[in-house]
């Protein structure tokens, strides 16, 4: 069903409403610190708080990283907007109103490009607005609710797309390819599990052919991209059943419910809450630089498809590495540095090919054992980036070398790397302090390659004989006998000279 | 009692050059306090040990021969916050609210050496013109105990009037520190919007309110407006430049200048005596060489009407955060207690504690099992019947299907007003009407006809709609009840209003005269 | 001529969450027919050649504060004031969804 457009004659039409939290130091209109993982109620103020006279100043970072995304969205970024007041009475919103922009917003008119399959789909974006987020309340039994403002005024912006997605695939694809965006210009953490990105799709369906739209059908408490998937796929089911009973598809909101699979009725959309917008007379109209804009518009990053290329182009890659490489920013970024400090290796030789090699063996490493043991540990790409990161670019920058240079094998540095990566220290330290260089001096392996060879003369018959499967007996031999510290390669060809292969 | 008899500027140059201590003007004052408030009930909590202790502090750093500046005491109307000061805007919501920080103006005064004496007693949230509807008691007109003081700063304005308090700072939206100063005689100045920060003025209508002074004569006026106005990171509406030194204002030469007189402010509304002395202050003027004609704001013929749509529509929105959850007042809680034996009027309570003796009584009712009911009754008995009124018009207003009809329709009206006045300024330095067009009304004739009420701001609303400087300084009595001139300018042109009071103040004596009823002796 | 009728008052008083008296009812619509009928002679003034006043300062942006973090109250002063707290958190009644 998922992938699907037409289900029984119907055509499922989606936009999607998503809210991202910036990764500002501070909140959107007060200077208290955002960081995670506080005790309730102690990153509070007058402000955050709506104690009668407080008032709101608005954060620049917040401002900047919005136009930021707007732009990386190709959005037009208007060089004023103005700020609205969203009236309405909840625990969590401490002035009993939200400061959010309502019909002057910072960007509109934008949109991306996003791989479904083997196809590009183009999905516009309507708007992209600043505003800011409400406190979190906490359910404690049948009688009380408890309330955190630890989260109120935290900078959000929200970004609403056209109705342009025609299945649950392409939905998820475009929140992938959005949050792909957003990770790269470093503007938010957007971890649904998280709450940094949060997606609210509206769903309708109307007959193939139909101009005019079904009733949109919105969904709640989606806490991943295959969820919403999942859940846009059950509600073409269960509006399509509807629509094929001759009943109307009413116009509400629905909440996803994970145990059962299924969306459950939550309530009747823009009921009796009339949100009375009106103009913030707290802050004057947002006035944005041309020149403040430019400078802002040169300073995003690359973004991951020119990335993409750019490692294929630079590094010699093979699209497929480029691809995984390049699936979160910081994995790039790690990448990258550490080819950087191969290439400055002290071991002194710099030939020209060796980069190329040099970033192949640096990517094999990131997409295989690297990437296992970040699993392993539940570690998330963007901690490799951070100080305390037991492996930083210059252990694998060093392990590279140390396998290129011989010292030891292959297979050793997998033991390597899983030493330094748990104890923190550099490969280098880790082979001295446990003895591992290889032994790759071929004079101390002619004693022992000629005895493994003069003394099975069978298998060396068959080596001669094309059997491959024999060098690995012999190499093998020859491992044993230096208590596996033979640079195997090294081995691999003294043994086919001796044998006259 | 002399000493209470010197105004603010007398008192900071006495103080200076050790003539008198700190702590002798605190005392003196508290007497006074003693002695008048329970007449006047213009506090709802008087700090003597704040004051005293801060006196104190600063006399012993002026003995050691260092300067501090200031010493002088003065009064807060009480929706300006002060850090773990009561600080109820007149509501029994608020009842025991003790702010977590203090607002920037009452940060810069104390920090100029000024002595925070005690907050005084509104209307509700700054809703009304008269001081009748505050929560807790009203206040009383010192010029006649019968009538009102005006609203809503009529604590402030009564407690200069009755010398409780050397000077005071009142707010105004609509009106109210001028038309209060008016009916009691005394000086006071709505500044140009954003002139001083709003950062710590609990808000009514967020585009209006101003904070400002109010003082017993022109000279103090300069001062307290120096030591309060300029930019603040805190108000995104604070305008960005330095202000001058406004006591260089204070020169008498007004020849020259242009006034008009906005017949639209002039008309029938305006009682004959309130007439006659306007036009008795005008012809002073005159006298000094400012040349004087009518003029014409048609738009202000409907600044009322504005006004009564943007001001109840931004407050029924500022007033939302009132719900019960963080602060003040929750159903069911007993915190708004019934008025108790011996708790009326006026707070001169010894220690710091005191919002306001007594609340109107209120039935504890247990506490709201649901949400929705814990919002609507901790609302119901918190609020009064004005900032109801005003709480159900605002959000009408701004409601599906009337907010282009009438919000957006006002604030359009609003910006013919404001290019009337530009054109006007264009031809006038500044423009006079009377401040109110009536004097001092009785304590209860109005509080029960909202129209009637709203009409005492007639003159003051169109320069808060426009968002100028409007000062009022007193030009005479009708039956013995104060009357003031209303002076305004364009924005920031406090220095011109303060040199025309300034030069009429000098050329009359309304501004040495005193309540009789309260026993200060003339000078 | 009734501007806003009884119903429409109720339906404010919802939205504010306020709520009065049967008497109390009366008297807000019939004080608020008449200001509102008073506030209907801005229908008089043409309004057709201007914008709404967006904001009384003219020329003023917002300014922009820079993303440094200040330290606090301590949530000891912060929960001091409120009406009803548990373990760090505000406490209202159970909010239903």
Redesign the interface.
Same mark, same amino acid.
Request: proline share 5%.
């Given at each position: 069903m998922n992938g699907e457009t037409v289900s029984r004659g119907y055509e499922a039409v989606i936009a999607l409403e998503v809210h991202v939290e910036l990764s500002t130091r501070t909140k959107a209109f007060c200077s208290c610190p955002t960081a995670f993982g506080a005790e309730p109620n102690t990153q509070v103020c007058p402000i955050c708080l709506g104690h009668p006279g407080a008032l709101p100043s608005l954060n620049r970072k917040a401002v900047e990283f919005a136009v930021k995304a707007a732009l990386a969205l190709d959005c037009q970024v208007h060089p004023e907007s103005a700020f609205a007041r969203k009236n309405y009475f909840y625990p969590d919103l401490p002035k009993g109103y939200q400061i959010t922009q309502y019909d002057r917003p910072l960007a509109t008119g934008g949109r991306l490009d996003v791989e479904v399959g083997a196809e590009t789909r183009r999905v516009r974006v309507r708007r992209l607005h600043l505003e800011e987020d409400t406190g979190k309340l906490l359910h404690a039994g049948d009688l009380y609710s408890l309330v955190d403002f630890n989260r109120s005024g935290v900078p959000l912006i929200e970004i609403v797309s056209e109705p342009d997605c025609r299945t649950p695939a392409e939905a998820a694809a475009y929140l992938e390819t959005l949050r792909s965006v957003l990770e790269y210009l470093g503007v938010s953490d957007v971890r649904m599990e998280e709450g940094s990105m949060r997606c609210e799709p509206n769903i309708s369906l109307r007959p193939v052919g139909v101009e005019t739209l079904g009733t949109p059908v919105e969904l709640k408490n989606l806490n991943s991209f295959r969820a919403v998937e999942r859940a846009l796929a059950y509600e073409i089911e269960r509006q399509t059943a509807l629509l094929d009973a001759g009943r109307r598809v009413d116009k509400e909101t629905r909440r996803w419910d994970e145990a059962s699979a299924s969306t459950k009725f939550m309530r009747r959309k823009e009921g009796a809450d009339d949100y009375r917008y009106f103009p913030e007379p707290d802050l004057p109209p947002l006035a944005l630089e041309a020149g403040w804009l430019e400078c802002v518009r040169r300073c995003i990053p690359e973004l991951r498809p020119a990335r993409r290329d750019r490692l294929v182009r630079d590094y010699g890659l093979p699209p497929y590495d480029a691809g995984v490489l390049t699936a979160s920013r910081h994995l790039a970024d790690y990448f990258e540095e550490t080819v950087k400090l191969l290439g400055g290796d002290t071991s002194g030789t710099e030939a020209p090919g060796r980069t190329a090699a040099g970033a192949k063996a640096v990517s094999n490493w990131l997409m295989g054992d690297v990437s296992r043991l970040l699993n392993e540990a539940g570690l998330e790409p963007a901690l490799m980036r951070t100080r305390t990161f037991t492996l930083p670019p210059s252990s694998l920058a060093e392990l590279v070398a140390l396998v290129q240079e011989g010292t030891i094998s292959g297979k050793m540095a997998k033991d390597v790397l899983e030493e330094s990566f748990s104890g923190g220290q550099s490969p280098r330290a880790v082979v001295a302090e446990k003895g591992l260089s290889q032994i790759s001096d071929s004079g101390a392996l002619e004693t022992i390659v000629a005895q493994v060879v003069e003394g099975n003369p069978s298998v060396v018959a068959d080596l001669l004989a094309g059997k491959e499967k024999a060098m690995g007996f012999l190499v093998g031999q020859v491992m044993k006998a230096t208590g596996g510290k033979a640079n195997p390669r090294l081995v691999n060809e003294m043994i086919r000279a001796k044998a006259g292969v | 009692m002399k000493l209470i008899e010197s105004t603010a500027s007398q008192l900071v140059t006495l103080i200076r050059e050790g003539e008198v201590k700190r702590s002798e003007v605190v005392e003196a004052y508290l007497e006074r306090i003693a002695a008048v408030d329970e007449s006047v009930g213009s506090f709802l909590t008087v700090t003597a040990d704040r004051a005293r202790r801060s006196a104190r502090l600063a006399d012993t750093v002026a003995e050691g021969g260092a300067t501090p500046a200031g010493g002088v005491p003065f009064a807060l109307k009480d929706?300006?916050?002060v850090k773990d000061v009561p600080?109820t805007?007149g509501s029994r919501y $608020?009842t025991g609210?003790?702010? @977590?920080?203090s607002?920037t103006a009452a940060t810069r005064l104390e920090d100029a050496g000024f002595l925070l004496l005690g907050k005084t007693n509104c209307d509700e949230f700054a809703m009304g013109s008269s001081t009748e509807n505050s929560g807790f008691h009203p206040t009383a007109n010192p010029w006649d105990l019968r009538r009102v003081p005006g609203g809503s700063s009529g604590g402030s304005a009564a407690a200069v009037a009755a010398f409780a308090v050397p000077f005071a700072l009142g707010s105004d939206t609509g009106g109210s520190i001028r038309q209060p100063a008016s009916f009691c005689g005394v000086v006071g100045l709505k500044p140009t919007?954003?002139l001083v920060s709003?950062?710590?003025? !609990?808000?009514f209508?967020?585009?209006l309110d101003q904070i400002g002074p109010i003082t017993r004569d022109v000279t103090d006026l300069a001062m307290v407006l120096g030591a309060i106005a300029g930019p603040d @990171?805190?108000?995104?509406?604070s305008?960005?430049g330095k202000p001058p030194d406004y006591t260089q204002a204070l020169v008498p030469d007004v020849d020259g200048l242009r006034a008009g007189i906005p017949r639209e402010l002039f008309g029938e509304g305006i009682e004959p005596e309130v007439r006659q002395r306007v036009e008795e202050a005008a012809a002073v003027l005159g006298e000094l060489g400012v040349e004087i004609e009518e003029c014409s704001l048609p738009?202000a013929a409907?600044a009322?009407?504005?006004y009564? !749509?943007i001001a109840p529509?931004?407050a029924?929105?500022n007033?939302?955060? +009132?719900?019960? !959850?963080?602060?003040?007042?929750?159903a069911g809680?007993g915190?708004v207690t019934p008025a108790g034996e011996g708790d009326e009027g006026g707070a001169i309570a010894g220690a710091e504690d005191g919002a306001a003796g007594g609340a109107k009584g209120v039935p504890a009712a247990a506490p @709201?099992?649901?949400? $929705?009911?814990? +919002?609507? =009754?901790t609302?119901?008995e918190g609020?009064g019947p004005e900032v109801?009124?005003r709480?159900?018009?605002g959000?009408?207003v701004?409601?599906?299907g009337y907010?282009d009809a009438?919000?957006?329709? =006002?604030?359009? =009206?609003?910006? $013919?007003l404001?290019?009337d006045f530009e054109r006007a300024f264009g031809r006038y330095d500044i423009l006079i009407s009377p401040t109110s067009p009536t004097p001092a009304f009785p304590i209860g004739e109005r509080v029960n006809d @909202? $129209?009637a009420m709203?009409l005492a701001d007639l003159c003051t609303i169109p320069a808060s709609l =426009?968002?100028i400087p409007a000062l009022s300084v007193p030009c005479g009595f009708s039956q013995g009840l104060p009357v003031g001139l209303q002076i305004m300018g364009r924005?920031f042109s406090e220095e011109t209003l303060l040199r025309v009071a300034f030069a009429y103040e000098q050329r009359t004596d309304h501004h040495t005269k005193r309540p009789p009823l309260l026993g200060v002796k003339r000078r | 001529m009734a501007i806003i009728t009884r119903q429409e008052v109720e339906h404010v008083a919802l939205l504010a969450r306020l709520a009065f008296e049967p008497d109390e009812i009366e008297r807000f619509t019939s004080q608020l027919n008449d200001i509102l009928g008073h506030v209907a002679r801005l229908d008089d003034l043409d309004t057709s050649q201007v914008a709404p006043t967006a904001s009384v300062v003219a020329g003023l942006s917002t300014p922009l504060r820079e993303d440094e973090p200040w330290v606090g109250p301590l949530r000891e002063e912060v929960l001091a004031g409120a009406p009803a707290s548990e373990r760090g958190f505000y406490r209202v009644p159970r909010v239903l969804e």
């Open positions: - | 929706n300006i916050c600080t805007c $608020l609210y003790r702010p @977590p920080y607002a919007y954003g709003r950062y710590g003025l !609990v808000a209508a967020s585009s @990171p805190l108000d995104s509406t305008s960005r738009s409907y009322l009407d504005m009564y !749509v529509a931004e029924s929105s007033l939302a955060r +009132y719900d019960g !959850v963080r602060y003040g007042h929750r809680l915190r @709201p099992g649901d949400l $929705l009911s814990l +919002y609507v =009754a609302r119901r609020f109801k009124r709480i159900m018009l959000t009408y701004l409601s599906a907010y009438y919000y957006i329709k =006002a604030q359009k =009206a609003r910006t $013919l404001r290019q @909202p $129209l709203y =426009a968002g924005a | -």
